[in-house]
Structures are given as C-alpha cells and as structure tokens.
C-alpha cells in the first residue's frame, strides 16, 4: 500500500468563489439558447472520428456533432444557472481554464475548445471557447449527489490476458443521454476509444492503443478539501488515453495533477499491471490487485478500502456508508470468484448485465429495482452505457443504455441493449473496415434467425437495417475517395456509426 498524507493546512475551497488572472478572456456567448432544434438523443452512440492537431480534432468534432453540442450546451449552461450567477459561472470556468492550460501540457485543450468554437460559429451556432468547459465541469440535474456511480473491475489471466469492464452509471440528462463514442487519433500521442457525452471529452472510461485502460468511479469527498478548482475526470480520462502508456505512466499523471473532486481512478494495462488509486483533491492511497493462483483481480466501486482515505470517509463501514456500492463490489468479487473457467468476455458480458447481486450470504436473483445490482435502473442513476476492453485483442466492446434490457439507461430512443466492437489503434480507415464486417456477418445470422422464426415484426425492421447498412457503404465510399481531411473525417465517422447502428440492431433483431 503507498500512500500520500493530506496536504498540510488545507481549506474546503469552493470553485465558484476562487479568483485568477486568466490568460484569455473568454465568455459564454450569452445565457441565450443556441440549440438550433430539436434532436432525440441517440439509442446506439454514433461513432465520432477525430484525427490531427488538437485544433484540428476539435474543429471535425463541431463539425460532426454540431446540434448535439448544442443541446449539451444549453442544458448545461441552464443547469448552472439554476444554482448559480452568470458572473460565478464564468470565474469559474476561467479558473477551471488556467489548471488545464498549465498541468495539461501534453495535449493542447484549449487549442481543442477553439477548434470546436470556429466549427460551431461557421456553421452559424453562436459559441465560445468556455462552453466546452462548462460543458464538462457543469450539466448534472439540481439536487444532492447520489453516490451510487458506476462498478468497474478488472482481471488478468495469463492465459487470457487483461479484461477490463464497467457501467457507466449516472444521470440520464442531456449532458450524458446525448452519448458519443470519440475515436481520438492525435498527430502526437496514442490513439484511444473514449465514450462521452457530446461536446464532452469523456465520460468515465478509456482504452488506448498501448493497451492502458483507465476506469473512473466516483468515491466519499466528505474531508478538508476534498472538492475544489483544478482538472475534473472527464478531461483525465482524454489526457491519460492520449499521452500514458502504462499504468506507472498514467498514476504519475494523476498524482502530478490538481485533482478537482474524489474519484476512484482503475488503471490497468496488458502488462498485467492494475491498480486503484483511491483519490480526492487532497489526500491519496494507492490500492493492489487481489492475486489468486487463476488470475490477478481488482474492484472499483463507490468507497474506500485503504485507511489514508478515512477523512473522506468518516463512516467507515461501507455497509452503513453506501450499501449499493458494497453489494455491487460483492457481487462482482462473487461472480469472478466463482466462475470454474478462464475469465472471458462473456463472464463480463454477464456481469455488466446481471440484475441478480449477493448479500455476502445468499443471491438475490432478478431484483433491478433494488439499486444493489450492477445493471443500474433507477430515477437518479441508471446505466448509460457499458464498456468492455479487451487490449489483446484491440477491441473495445460498447453498449449503449442497459445491457440486455434496453428499457430505461439513457432514456434514448431507439436503445438495443447490444454491443458494438471498435477497433482500437491502427487507423481510422481499420476501425471503419472493422465495423463494415462486423455489420455483414451480424446481417447474416440476423437473416437465418429470421427465416426460423418468420416473424413479420422482425422482417419489417430488416428494411430499415438494410437501408442503414447501404447509407454506411456510401459514406464509405466517400471517404475513401475524398482529399478532403475534414471531410474524410466526417465521412468515415457517418460511415462507422451506420455501421454500429446495423450492428446493433441486427443482434436485437436475432436476440443477441
């Protein structure tokens, strides 16, 4: 166990009320609207491509999901003044600025706002360079925190090398409804797969092409300290993904930072190398992995384990502190414990999708209303999206909404409850030529189930797969052929999420 002693003469600082000489004097727009029209949150997240300089990604990103920014926007903007001034607002996002302009130096944000910025402004959407920072540190529905955010795990066998998961477990409100899959390839630096909500750069998970994934869930801030300015988990996830190969990498990053709030922060990478690092703003402890003859596991869910976090965990008992966060972690240490094979992916296809959990003494089995359970369905928090990373194979492996059970997650439309795979690292042409195969192999078994069944619902929603599937090759096509960088940018990404959509919806059509 390391562990670091909270900071010396430490005060509770409040975002709102800290003062700094910015560099650049940007403001939101205005308080106005600038979300042009109405536009449902998507059922399958489309997959956004970004290649380039930070200015260059940023810019493909206003491009691509121009309306959906927008509508993140808004709701994050009216989120805010609903519970504060338009003057604390702007103080503090331009102190918020500063933290990432100076401890961030490795990738270039702010140059990535701007980018973001001028696409939106051409496209006549009125925006700044701040709303994307307040856009990430603004946008969660008024009322207390529910301290009940996502279950992440993580296993290495040497036979089947590292496996990581987790749920995403939060608010359905537009800053996380309106969900992304960002496909980041930085001219310097590692390519990586991060969900995220639109016009975000992140949500709580990252797999990158070194095979180092980076979990967060959320953990007790009830200490001196604990919550104020500097570098919030989103922006964490995106900058790890991009500059870290290896968890030693990613932990001096994370512990070199000014960490805004507590998290629980997974790290692992295919080494076998994992960790926890039990963190708030001012005090840490790092957790070790749980090592059996099989295999070498870890758990992240909602509390601490390690006794240098107690300041920010004054009750102590996990049982008594949070209950869903300590059945949620039994569970998942159950079922791994349990499981007479080699982990795989379908162990944690499971697990992310159980609706049963363990007492410490007997199962509960099919009780999603209980809030105990790792497929999260409640009024606060639900599952917005599940992640599976498999570094060997350079897969990462997405579900938008509640795996298996596409009834409530992100609220959204048109949600599967399946998974699509995404290629990590290579190129963006292998990640679009990845998705193209997929698609055709899942039309196919979708066809034979099909024929058994002679379900004429099914037949009826197979012209509109089919219809998606041909839009894809089109925008393949295009992509293919244009010199165009943006454009092929924003080809390859239309191309890639018809894709994901046919993949998704032809596993539902065949049950899958």
């Avoid at 709102?16 to 939101?28: C, H, I």
């Avoid at 997974?266 to 992995?289: C, H, N, Q």
């Avoid at 502190?321 to 094979?341: A, F, H, L, M, Q």
């Amino acid at each position: 166990m390391r562990t670091s002693l909270p900071l010396s003469c430490c005060l509770i600082i409040l975002v709102l009320f800290v003062s700094v000489a910015p560099t650049a004097a940007y403001t939101p727009t205005s308080t106005s609207p600038v979300s042009p029209a109405y536009l449902p949150p998507p059922g399958v997240m489309p997959v956004i491509i970004l290649t380039g300089s930070p200015y260059e990604m940023g810019y493909q990103y206003g491009l691509q999901v121009a309306d959906s920014i927008a509508i993140v926007r808004d709701s994050s903007l009216a989120s805010a003044l609903s519970r504060n001034s338009y003057a604390d607002i702007v103080n503090a996002s331009l102190v918020s600025q500063e933290y990432i302009r100076t401890e961030l130096p490795d990738f270039d944000f702010i140059r990535f706002f701007e980018g973001i910025s001028d696409a939106m402004n051409d496209l006549g959407i009125p925006f700044s360079p701040l709303d994307p920072i307040i856009m990430l540190y603004y946008g969660n529905r008024e009322g207390p925190a529910v301290q009940e955010h996502c279950t992440a795990f993580a296993v290495y066998e040497e036979n089947t090398s590292l496996i990581a998961g987790v749920n995403y477990d939060y608010y359905p409100v537009p800053s996380n409804s309106y969900g992304v899959i960002l496909a980041l390839y930085p001219d310097d630096g590692y390519s990586c797969i991060i969900p995220s909500g639109a016009g975000r750069i992140g949500s709580n998970a990252v797999v990158n092409e070194q095979g180092l994934i980076s979990i967060v869930t959320s953990g007790p801030s009830q200490g001196p300290g604990d919550i104020g300015p500097g570098i919030i988990g989103f922006l964490e996830l995106a900058y790890v993904g991009m500059t870290a190969a290896t968890v030693p990498e990613a932990e001096n990053i994370l512990l070199s930072i000014t960490r805004g709030f507590s998290l629980n922060r997974l790290l692992a990478d295919s080494s076998g190398a994992m960790e926890v690092i039990e963190a708030s703003r001012v005090r840490y402890a790092i957790r070790e992995p749980t090592k059996t003859k099989r295999f070498d596991s870890i758990i992240a869910t909602n509390h601490y384990f390690e006794p240098a976090m107690r300041p920010s965990q004054p009750v102590w008992d996990p049982l008594e502190y949070n209950p869903s966060s300590y059945y949620r972690y039994s569970t998942v240490e159950k079922i791994i414990s349990d499981y007479p094979g080699s982990v795989d992916y379908t162990l944690f296809q499971n697990i992310l999708s159980s609706c049963d959990w363990w007492d410490g003494q007997r199962w509960h089995r099919d009780d999603p209303w209980s809030t105990n359970t790792v497929n999260r369905f409640h009024p606060d928090v639900s599952t917005l999206y599940s992640f599976i990373a498999v570094p060997g194979d350079d897969i990462v492996s997405i579900c938008t909404g509640n795996p298996d059970t596409p009834i409530w997650g992100t609220m959204a439309p048109g949600q599967t409850g399946t998974y699509v795979n995404i290629t990590v690292g290579k190129s963006p042409e292998t990640l679009v030529y990845n998705l193209r195969s997929d698609a055709e192999n899942e039309m196919w078994v979708a066809v034979k189930t099909m024929k058994k069944s002679g379900d004429r619902e099914m037949i009826a929603r197979w012209s509109s797969i089919q219809e998606i599937y041909w839009e894809g090759v089109w925008w393949h096509d295009h992509a293919i052929l244009t010199a165009d960088s943006y454009e092929r940018s924003h080809s390859l990404s239309k191309a890639a999420t018809a894709f994901s959509l046919v993949t998704a919806h032809a596993k539902m059509v065949r049950g899958g």
